[in-house]
């Protein structure tokens, strides 16, 4: 039964109802490492635990695409290694070109509840230097580094920086756990991960 005070369904043993989790839901659940509250400021883009969502930051390790001959095709079910795709890079300052896109990992490690998924969204900071950023719905039970998609559409080079806000992740509660736990090929990916 809800009870109006607390926001609580005592038979969901005091975890909020379904829904999209708030700052305190997502404080007390304790998933994301290394946490941090809201950091912001003058020089920063803003990253840690908002109201509705959680930023996560840029790290260090990226994929960036090797020049190819033009009749290359990029193909998820192809067995090469990554080496043969891409070139891994580490900096603190990410360039990347007009029309370009890049594999990127963040900072946290996350460890999904079993009753709860994640939804990517990038932050406006970067959409407004017409960057996007991507990555398919965090699945309930899955935990590693979060593997980012970024994509230049802008007609000018734009710098990341590593260690700052690059994405918010909106994080919804179901009403009961799946019957499926993720079985999926990329739990426990320790950083930027391509197609398997």
Known sequence: MFDPVTG?????????????????????????????????????????????????????????????????????????????????????????????????????TLEMPEDVIGICLGKSTYARCFVLVNTTPIEPGWRGKVTLEITNIGKTWTRLYVGMGICQILFFRADRVPEKAYLGKYQDQPGVTPAR
């Open 8 to 108: 609580c369904d005592p038979e969901l043993s005091g975890h909020s109802l379904p829904g999209i989790l708030t700052d305190s839901d997502i404080r007390r659940l304790n998933f994301i490492q290394p946490f941090s509250e809201k950091v912001q400021g003058p020089g920063i883009i803003s990253y840690g635990l908002g109201s509705m969502g959680y930023d996560l930051r840029l790290g260090e390790n990226w994929l960036g695409l090797k020049d190819q001959p033009s009749y290359f095709v990029l193909d998820p079910k192809d067995n090469k290694s990554r080496d043969h795709w891409f070139s891994e890079k580490s900096v603190a300052v990410i360039a990347v070109a007009p029309g370009d896109s890049i594999l990127a990992e963040t900072v946290e």
